[in-house]
């Protein structure tokens, strides 16, 4: 199917799919390994389809430079049918926005596909995807923030691994196109480690990590945004925690938010699953007014210390304008000593 092609059925799609929203997948009896589906591999020249599962672009310009981002990677670019809709805060109906993902997975000339940004809304499609179509032709899907929720459902309904990065719309620095095409394009076995410049000063203060509990451990990745990941608790679109490394980043949320979330995931046994934490960017996670707050260090003490796993904090994951590129369900080490962490295995077919 051409890009013309796709477009017409992404917009055909949804018209079909224009009906009562369809009950939730069931959870399976197991749930698929994490990491255990590579997408096949995206090379340069081949075509992504650009998409809008969660809020609105703000006008035709932010599309136009997310296309040309991915042009300059290399990439031919199909943009969705419904990528540039808007129905409030989000990015056209369920409907749409579900189609325009089957469409693209359904595609054989739909190499990967990239979120033109986060905001809300990708939890809301995870009963409509054709799990079985993301099977039959795994591809690479690149997203951060809310697409956490998307990450989180293809891992969970299927073992897709997934990339937690920069979206379309957002900024593309060297230091994040490097990234892309490192992880993605070349398929390397990067390391994942904080860039550390001095400067002019005698210490290093820019990028710095903070060891919470020192050690090595094992295990795929499993996380992104620590809001979507506490609502998506107790639904089949959660991967399983077991002996993965979890990591985790949010933006705006005060403190005894955060606090309510890891209370969530720990009263859900889900942190006494995991082998070792890499807690990424709080941005602009600052309290309100009231009486005092805790900071997020004494958050982390009290819900990750206590784990006594090999844990760090102040990695280049979130709302950050350079930013890791990091795949769900990729095998990684983590050294939380050194503040690093370096995948293991390939993270595509072939």
């Given amino acids: 199917m051409n890009r013309r092609g796709f477009l017409a059925a992404a917009a055909a799609a949804a018209m079909l799919s224009a009906m009562p929203t369809p009950p939730a997948h069931p959870a399976p009896a197991r749930r698929p390994r994490l990491g255990s589906l590579l997408p096949h591999p995206l090379r340069a020249g081949d075509t992504v389809a650009l998409?809008?599962?969660?809020?609105?672009?703000?006008?035709?310009?932010?599309?136009?430079?997310?296309?040309e981002a991915l042009e300059a990677l290399g990439l031919r670019v199909a943009l969705g049918a419904h990528a540039g809709a808007r129905r409030g805060y989000l990015a056209g109906d369920d409907a749409a926005r579900a189609a325009d993902l089957n469409a693209a997975f359904a595609d054989p000339a739909i190499r990967g596909i990239v979120c033109v940004r986060g905001g809300y809304g990708a939890m809301r499609l995870l009963p409509r995807l054709d799990y079985a179509a993301v099977r039959r032709d795994p591809k690479p899907v690149l997203g951060y923030s809310d697409i956490t929720a998307l990450l989180c459902?293809?891992?969970?309904?299927?073992?897709?691994?997934?990339?937690?990065?920069?979206?379309?719309?957002?900024?593309?620095?060297?230091?994040?196109?490097?990234q892309f095409r490192?992880?993605?394009?070349?398929?390397?076995?990067p390391e994942y480690a904080n860039p550390q410049e001095r400067g002019d000063d005698l210490v290093v203060r820019q990028n710095r990590t903070v060891t919470i509990t020192g050690g090595r451990a094992r295990g795929p990745l499993v996380g992104g945004n620590l809001a979507?990941?506490?609502?998506?608790?107790?639904?089949?679109?959660?991967?399983?925690?077991?002996?993965?490394?979890?990591?985790?980043?949010?933006?705006?949320?005060?403190?005894?938010?955060?606090?309510?979330?890891?209370?969530?995931?720990?009263?859900?046994?889900?942190?006494?699953?995991?082998?070792?934490?890499?807690?990424?960017?709080?941005?602009?996670?600052?309290?309100?007014?009231?009486?005092?707050?805790?900071?997020?260090?004494?958050?982390?003490d009290d819900y990750v210390r206590p784990l006594g796993i090999p844990a760090y904090r102040g990695a280049q994951i979130g709302h950050l304008r350079e930013q890791f590129i990091v795949p769900v369900g990729g095998q990684v080490e983590l050294d939380a000593d050194a503040g690093r962490f370096r995948l293991l295995d390939p993270v595509f077919q072939g």
């Fill in 51 to 67: 998409l809008s599962p969660s809020s609105p672009v703000e006008d035709s310009l932010a599309l136009q430079l997310a296309r």
């Fill in 182 to 189: 490192q992880l993605l394009l070349e398929r390397a076995l």
């Fill in 228 to 300: 979507v990941l506490a609502a998506l608790v107790g639904t089949p679109y959660l991967p399983e925690f077991d002996g993965a490394i979890l990591f985790l980043e949010d933006v705006g949320e005060a403190p005894y938010r955060i606090d309510r979330m890891f209370a969530t995931l720990r009263l859900a046994g889900l942190l006494d699953r995991v082998a070792g934490v890499v807690f990424g960017q709080c941005t602009d996670c600052k309290p309100g007014d009231g009486y005092g707050s805790l900071t997020l260090e004494q958050i982390l």
């Fill in 153 to 178: 459902g293809l891992a969970a309904q299927t073992g897709l691994v997934g990339f937690h990065g920069p979206v379309a719309a957002g900024s593309w620095p060297a230091f994040n196109a490097a």
